[in-house]
């Protein structure tokens, strides 16, 4: 195991996230892991929110944002740059929400991998546009509260399922996609160390619980992360090349029921016992049992 | 060299002689002939990186990331591009990325069209590019060393617009000055800060009220301050061409001794200086204030010009909806900002790549002889 110490951080402490940010863990834990040669491009969010208040900064490597939707692009020009000078060692992160990516950004998104640009993009899901005031995004769970899938009489929060975009990642044909969550850190270490070494577009999906979209208790951040993978909600996976057929689970679920990750949660409160057994009907369907 | 060639791939050819690193197009009627020829170029060699990418959003937010890294970039597009670009635009401007643009000048939906007018720029006047307008090919051609040189020394984008159709698909002589021609007036893009591993900058921060203004009043007084640098520039780069187009932010054509004053942009200054030349000979005195930079715009050279003058009508190929419009209104600020008065009627054409002729432009000089002011479509 390694131990880092405090001067190895490249996102560094003094940046103004929520006590137990799960965004900010995730954040610092990549960073480590990928070093000081790179780049990092980031898209409106609460990372940036909280990580460049003028006039302080976070990071200790080159860092730049331009809007909410076009982190993709950005580093498509990056890296496009890079290559044009002849570097062919310093890595270009983007570090995006999941909104940012999964929709207002997806366009982009997509038109990068097309191209397979060379770049390690890191979707930090959080599950709603969390910076904004919890609003729905297309990775929101279903059945969740957030200020824009409210519960009432006719309609009790958001409908439909989580978009897949570690699926999606690989039906393009990129060499790397993978999901990973903050409750499993060194799994995390691991698939962005895996992926530092390929070429190409590369996509990691990864669980950041938010302590005011989610409403729980802030010492519960990693606890929560972990519940998600153990209960089999939350998948941590790996595709390779596009083969969707070929996904490698690279840590198993021990199945505990849903409801030990839900009833912690104050967006998922209003849930009844039939929804709490659609959704546990629904994970052991995706896992086959 | 004068070669005759479409105006399109004169562009194209210039951008090769300027030496961009990082192109990133996407297609869009009529810019499309200056994308395709410079993926030509790419697949050439002659290019460095050419990002194929899916939206013109996706082309000006590669381009802020290649500029901030150290490349010298370049797109173009039309229209709806330009406005899918728009919020990118002011980023870039605020971002202070010195990114160079060839707008080819297309009407905005709806009705959806493909042809000429000035539509497209209006939304992003104020967005903190330097706008420059051009008549002619050959003039767009000589204008882009211009445009990257003044760029990157003051870092601000610059936008080079042409009338769509009516110049990039014109074949014509022109004449492109070649890279070593180039090389003498445009260095080499040497940044002082860009996105470095060795030297670590955050770039595109968030600012609270405490700060944001202050960023905003250095950009409203750097774009500005540029009307200097573009006269500068015109001026070192025609001595070394040969030719000239006014002082860079406008061209006097026969106003010295004129009564009557068209003020327009772009290609339909052509017909209008045929409608002078042709009043002229029947002795009447009219002449042309041209405007080649309408951002930042030169308010003190239209106060120098309109001096005594009997009737000036502002030209707009462009309309703003519920106000008056765009450059008419530019040239009442200007007009009311100094002691003369002078009637000042407004006359909108060309939208949607309607004809404006040699004729046009006499029926306006016709318009101009009664002293009362008019507002009207031509």
Redesign the interface.
């Known amino acids: 195991m390694v131990v880092f110490k405090r001067e190895d951080d490249i996102f560094t402490s003094g940046h103004t996230a929520c006590a137990g940010c799960g965004a900010a863990l995730a954040i610092r834990t990549i960073m480590r892991a990928i070093g000081?040669?790179?780049?990092v491009?980031?898209t409106t969010s609460c990372s940036?929110?909280f990580s460049?208040?003028?006039?302080r900064?976070a990071?200790?490597?080159?860092?730049?944002?331009?809007?909410f939707?076009?982190g993709?692009?950005?580093?498509?020009?990056?890296?496009?740059?890079?290559?044009?000078?002849g570097n062919d060692h310093?890595k270009v992160v983007v570090i995006a929400g999941d909104g940012g990516t999964a929709d207002i950004g997806f366009?982009?998104v997509?038109?990068s991998w097309?191209?397979n640009e060379d770049i390690l993009y890191i979707m930090y899901n959080n599950g709603a546009y969390e910076n904004t005031g919890i609003q729905r995004s297309s990775q929101t769970p279903q059945y969740a509260w957030s200020t824009t899938s409210q519960i009432g009489e006719e309609v009790r929060g958001k409908q439909e399922p989580i978009k897949p975009m570690v699926k999606i990642a690989a039906a393009h044909g990129i060499p790397y996609a993978a999901s990973a969550s903050t409750g499993y850190l060194i799994d995390l270490e691991n698939k962005v160390k895996k992926a530092l070494n390929i070429k190409g577009s590369r996509f990691i999906d990864v669980l950041s619980p938010c302590v005011p979209g989610w409403k729980y208790d802030p010492q519960l951040t990693v606890e929560l992360a972990k519940l998600a993978v153990e209960t089999g909600l939350w998948k941590l996976n790996e595709i390779e090349n596009g083969d969707i057929n070929n996904e490698k689970i690279t840590v198993q679920p021990s199945f505990k029921p849903v409801e030990e990750y839900l009833k912690l949660q104050g967006r998922f409160k209003h849930l009844t016992p039939d929804e709490i057994k659609i959704i546990q009907a629904r994970v052991n369907k995706d896992w086959g049992r | 060299m004068v070669k005759t060639l479409e105006g399109s791939h004169a562009i194209a050819d210039m951008i090769v002689n300027c030496e961009a690193?990082?192109l990133?197009c996407y297609p869009i009627t009529p810019s499309t002939h200056i994308a395709e020829k410079l993926q030509k170029y790419y697949a050439d060699g002659k290019i460095?990186?050419y990002?194929?990418?899916?939206?013109e959003?996706?082309?000006i937010?590669?381009?802020?990331?290649?500029?901030?890294?150290?490349?010298r970039?370049f797109t173009t597009t039309s229209s709806q591009g330009v406005a899918l670009m728009h919020?990118?635009l002011y980023?870039?401007a605020g971002?202070r990325l010195p990114i160079v643009m060839c707008v080819a000048n297309r009407s905005l939906n709806s009705p959806l069209g493909i042809w000429c007018d000035h539509q497209d720029i209006i939304p992003e006047r104020d967005s903190g590019w330097i706008i420059l307008m051009c008549e002619s090919n050959q003039e767009a051609v000589d204008t882009l060393p211009q445009a990257y040189k003044l760029a990157e020394s003051l870092l601000l984008p610059v936008m080079v617009c042409i009338d769509g159709f009516y110049l990039t698909h014109a074949v014509e002589q022109i004449d492109v000055p070649s890279k070593e021609i180039v090389q003498k007036f445009l260095p080499k893009f040497k940044p002082e800060f860009k996105?470095?591993?060795n030297n670590?900058?955050?770039?595109?921060?968030?600012?609270?009220p405490q700060?944001l203004q202050d960023f905003r009043e250095d950009l409203a007084n750097d774009v500005d301050n540029a009307r200097e640098p573009i006269k500068k520039t015109e001026e070192e780069f025609s001595k070394i061409i040969n030719r000239n187009y006014g002082n860079g932010l406008i061209e006097n054509y026969k106003c010295d001794d004129a009564e009557r004053i068209i003020i327009a942009m772009s290609s339909f200054c052509g017909n209008v200086k045929e409608a002078i030349d042709e009043l002229r000979d029947k002795g009447e005195k009219v002449g042309l204030l041209r405007i080649k930079s309408y951002r930042p715009f030169p308010y003190k050279d239209v106060q120098e010009i309109l001096k005594n003058k009997k009737h000036v009508g502002v030209f707009d190929r462009a309309t703003t909806l519920g106000g008056h419009p765009p450059l008419y209104t530019d040239v009442l600020a200007a007009i009311y900002d100094s002691d003369q008065k002078v009637p000042i009627s407004s006359f909108i054409g060309g939208l949607g790549g309607k004809d404006v002729t040699v004729e046009t432009a006499k029926n306006i000089f016709e318009d101009l002889k009664e002293n009362k002011i008019k507002r009207k479509f031509v």
Request: aromatic share 6%.
């Open positions: 000081k040669d790179c780049i491009v980031n940036e929110i460049v208040c003028f006039p900064s990071w200790k490597v080159p860092y730049i944002h331009v809007t939707e076009n993709a692009s950005v580093a498509s020009g990056v890296s496009r740059a890079l290559k044009a000078q310093t366009g982009a997509s038109g097309e191209r | 690193d990082v990133a460095p990186e990002i194929t990418v899916e939206q959003f996706s082309a937010s590669a381009l802020a990331g290649a500029s901030a890294t150290g490349a970039t919020e990118v980023a870039v971002m996105l470095d591993t670590p900058i955050t770039l595109g921060i968030y600012s609270t700060y």
